[in-house]
């Protein structure tokens, strides 16, 4: 697998070329969907390609090949360089990859029990075929079973003009399943499931069993039949781990993101040091966090071939670091962070999370409900969206309206919007207990490359003054 | 140049041949190749910084039907070691597989006259020095409008894509488009505030991005005197194409795929020939629009593309099909068999909806909000579209850019604003389309005035 990426840098050496990156990407995938009791659609796909970014006059080319031959490489390396070459001429910031050590470290990978590339189809139809009765058996008036099970993994080979060679295997196993309840014209959903990099001995617990996922999520479906519309305006709000995950990461974590700050796009350019949010507000980026106590995704190291770093960027409310690419970093005059990550081999490295999620604090959930006292409790993610101004929309996907510490009645299109950085200055409290969340259907979106895997999590967070919407 | 892409249909369609006759040999009773070559040129600058990147996405997606059960894998490249073990991973999950009773085997080949879109041959020629250049004068016109202006992204791109599709039914037929787009999205600052705009051109025309730039910053400028709405109320809100397209895209694909009412998770499910939305409104699903940027000669089942009505007059028509489901209605597709992008051989056909076509009205977009007493402008692009419920049709969305209307005259822009409402029963709350159609990459939108929407901020 090191053939073709080094065949790259002598190719790219031979054009004059100072530095080159090349890797080989090979990832499988592999899917189960299922409406109701039917299994509606089983994909595999591997997809094998060589990756080349070329370094040239503070310009960088990125080309690919899907065609496995030393041919292919040299034609992909040769297009790369044209066009970091005509890009050179317009580029008025230089990119400039610093120096960094030569790491060669080969197979890393995750220690699971039961890999899934080791068991069967069967087995992972029966998992899904389970998760599907246990939702219809705990639902009402279901209308529709959605139930998915999603498995990447395979290995990424890294090399580059320094003598770096890394290559490890990336893993992630996603179950999930949405259900829709319907009584009349009324339409309710609910949904439950695990993601994260871990073998298939998860579901033999009883939290993650099939069992439990598909319970919930036809209790969960059922309850919202009856459900209220959230009260719209601002209310103090419980946020639960994986919401509080997706505020970590699309709503701050995009915004520390370097080629954001440097172009000046993100609004925490300059303002390292600063004072942001309160001080129950801390946010980490980490590689490779313990996946088997928090879950989350592992990622030993960056597809620029650097060792991911744990970095906090958010202390006690203090911005104290930004997330780098190498590029980045020397441009910064920063430590790397081993954010440099691509999508897959169509794509170069660019600024990306790894895991990223609000620290935990000292509170049990029974005092966190206490001190919420009146307000809404919201759980989850059915997804959202952030501005670079700092603004975001989420969309919970279970709430619960709170009165004098206990809940009274689910809500439905329990939304939120506001500010970040009003949100970090709201927060109150956190509990003490951290959840990462992680997905193989979705993931983070940059620009083109989209779905990348990242975690997101942290624990329940108290806040004040949430925007909620909703309809009058 | 458009000999190269007809180089590419040849050796495209020859191999999905070859990949037919090879499962035929392996034992699958039916079997379909899909090959997919899609050549992406992207430039794109970070406030100065310059990021370029050419390839070909080039693989294949095969469908087997083994003794009444369908196995598709997927690979990356075209030698023919992978298409071999991809039919055999194929034929292994075919195996694996309860029968699918609603199944009854791929598409038949369908014979309406079809064609390809616009392919525009100063598009094929484009070359990466003329993208620089066009990415460098978005930049410098966005920056030179107003020193407000601090910060930019943005880029300019060409694809050029060749499909081919064989099935052992006798399909065997391919198509290809060739189109660009560009633009840009940037923050003005001042005071410490920080707005956005955007503006963007997708083509299947050589297309000149002279006044992007200046537009999306004229877009950011103009929002840095904003104001919080400070209240809740039911108003009336006029969209401008851009702002509306996704969510158009969202509901009316959910609600239209036969797929989904035949699961039940349809709003338009049991309501053909029913009004569902007021009389102005009237789309059409064109897979033949000459300078739609989803129009191909057939689609990603080899199926001829068509045109389709789904609303009429507010008046549910029809559905939209791929081979599957119109099977289950033993009706003919409506070539909706639509795969993702830009890697289409990765996926199975899914029912999706090609140019949506809006009817247009009289009036311009200022025309339109002439005639609003009391309401909201929203423009550019909003949040949350993507995250809107498209079985319920509930949705809330965050509008960066939003304006009060008041006495049909825009007055003064808004802090980000809340819009949330139903958008299956916001249908018939349609009060006038605009004659202002857009090509945008779901189809040709107008703009257009929705009453009686929630708003908050």
């Given amino acids: 697998m090191f053939d073709l990426p080094q065949h790259a840098i002598i190719t790219g050496e031979k054009l004059g070329v100072r530095f080159v990156e090349a890797r080989t990407d090979d990832l499988s995938i592999r899917e189960i969907k299922t409406e109701m009791e039917e299994v509606k659609d089983v994909k595999t796909m591997r997809r094998i390609g060589v990756g080349v970014n070329v370094y040239y006059k503070g310009a960088t080319g990125y080309s690919f090949a899907t065609r496995l031959s030393k041919k292919a490489v040299e034609e992909a390396t040769k297009r790369a360089f044209r066009i970091a070459k005509a890009s050179s001429k317009i580029a008025k910031i230089k990119i400039d990859p610093g120096q960094a050590k030569p790491y060669r470290q080969r197979a890393l990978k995750l220690t699971v029990k039961k890999h899934p590339q080791d068991s069967s189809i069967a087995l992972k139809k029966d998992v899904v075929l389970r998760t599907v009765k246990a939702a219809r058996d705990h639902g009402k008036n279901v209308s529709s079973i959605t139930c998915r099970y999603g498995e990447f993994f395979g290995q990424k080979c890294f090399t580059n003009s320094e003598g770096t060679e890394i290559s490890w295997s990336p893993l992630i196993v996603d179950l999930r399943v949405h259900v829709v309840s319907k009584l009349g014209d009324l339409l309710a959903d609910g949904g439950d499931g695990i993601a994260g990099s871990f073998g298939l001995e998860l579901f033999e617990t009883n939290k993650y069993s099939p069992e439990k996922i598909g319970e919930n999520a036809g209790k969960w479906a059922a309850e919202k039949l009856g459900a209220k519309p959230a009260p719209p305006g601002k209310n103090r709000a419980l946020c639960e781990n994986r919401l509080v995950g997706v505020l970590a990461h699309e709503s701050f974590g995009h915004l520390t993101e370097s080629d954001f700050v440097i172009s000046g796009m993100s609004p925490l350019a300059g303002k390292l040091g600063q004072q942001l949010g309160s001080k129950h507000a801390t946010i980490i980026d980490e590689g490779t966090p313990d996946v088997s106590q928090y879950r989350g995704f592992w990622l030993p190291f960056d597809d620029q071939g650097i060792e991911t770093a744990k970095t906090t960027i958010l202390d006690k409310g203090k911005l104290v670091g930004y997330l780098h690419d190498r590029n980045t970093a020397t441009h910064m005059n920063s430590g790397f962070t081993g954010n440099g990550r691509a999508v897959n081999y169509n794509f170069p490295p660019i600024v990306r999370m790894k895991n990223t999620y609000f620290s935990p604090g000292d509170l049990s959930l029974e005092e966190a409900m206490e001190q919420l006292d009146t307000g809404i409790y919201a759980i989850r993610t059915a997804g959202g969206q952030a501005n670079m101004d700092g603004t975001f929309m989420f969309k919970a996907l279970r709430g619960y309206y709170v009165e004098r510490g206990e809940v009274k009645y689910p809500l439905r299109e329990v939304t939120l919007t506001g500010s970040i950085l009003n949100f970090l200055k709201n927060i109150e409290g956190a509990t003490r207990e951290l959840f990462i969340w992680s997905s193989y259907f979705g993931g983070c979106g940059k620009g083109e490359q989209w779905p990348l895997p990242v975690g997101l999590g942290g624990p329940h967070l108290l806040v004040r003054e949430v925007q909620f919407g909703g309809e009058k | 140049m458009t000999v190269d892409l007809d180089r590419i249909s040849d050796e495209l369609s020859s191999l999905a041949d070859l990949g037919v006759k090879k499962a035929k040999v392996k034992g699958a009773e039916e079997s379909e190749v899909f090959i997919s070559n899609i050549d992406t040129l992207s430039i794109s600058i970070k406030t100065n910084v310059v990021e370029a990147r050419q390839g070909i996405s080039l693989g294949l997606g095969i469908r087997v039907v083994l003794n009444g059960k369908v196995g598709f894998a997927a690979t990356s490249g075209i030698e023919e070691k992978k298409i071999d073990r991809t039919i055999q991973e194929a034929i292994d999950v075919a195996r694996i597989r309860p029968l699918d009773p609603k199944f009854t085997h791929l598409a038949d080949p369908i014979s309406i006259p079809s064609r390809d879109g616009i392919i525009d041959n100063k598009v094929l020629e484009f070359s990466e020095t003329d993208a620089l250049e066009e990415v ?154 000459p300078e739609g940027l989803l129009t191909f000669k057939t689609d990603s089942e080899g199926i001829p593309s068509q045109t389709t009505t789904l609303l009429e007059e507010g008046a549910l028509k029809n559905y939209i099909y791929d081979s599957y489901s119109a099977l289950q209605e033993n009706r003919r597709s409506t070539g909706n068999a639509g795969r993702g992008w830009p890697e289409p051989f990765l996926s199975t056909p899914n029912v999706l909806t090609s140019n949506l076509v809006l009817k247009s009205g009289k009036k311009d977009l200022d025309g339109l909000i002439s005639g609003v007493g009391e309401g909201v402008l929203v423009t550019d692009f909003i949040m949350g579209a993507g995250h809107a419920n498209v079985i319920t049709g509930e949705f809330s969305v965050v509008a960066p850019n939003a304006f009060m209307i008041e006495n049909g005259e825009v007055k003064r822009p808004l802090e980000p604003l809340t819009i949330a409402g139903n958008f299956f029963h916001s249908l018939k709350n349609i009060e006038q389309v605009g004659s202002d159609s857009r090509i945008t990459s779901i189809g040709k939108i107008p703009s257009l005035i929705i009453k009686d929407l929630t708003v908050s901020g």
């Fill in chain 2, 136 to 289: 460098n004068t978005l930049s410098k016109t966005a920056f030179e409008y107003d020193k407000r202006v601090k910060a930019l992204f943005g880029g300019v791109g060409v694809q050029k894509g060749v499909f081919a599709v064989a099935n052992s039914r006798g399909i065997a037929d391919f198509s290809m488009g060739a189109f660009m787009g560009g633009g840009v999205y940037l923050t003005a600052i001042d005071k410490g505030k920080q707005k956005t705009g955007s503006e963007s051109i997708d083509s299947r025309k050589l297309a000149d991005f002279h006044e992007v730039g200046s537009k999306a910053a004229q877009r950011a400028i103009r929002m840095l005197e904003s104001k919080p709405l400070g209240k809740s109320f039911r108003t009336t809100v006029v969209w401008e194409n851009v702002a509306i397209s996704p969510l158009l895209k969202g509901m009316l694909n959910a609600a239209s795929s036969a797929r989904n009412v035949q699961e039940g998770k349809s709003f338009f499910k049991g309501k053909l020939g029913q009004r569902v939305a007021s009389d102005v409104f009237t789309v059409v699903d064109d897979g033949q629009l």
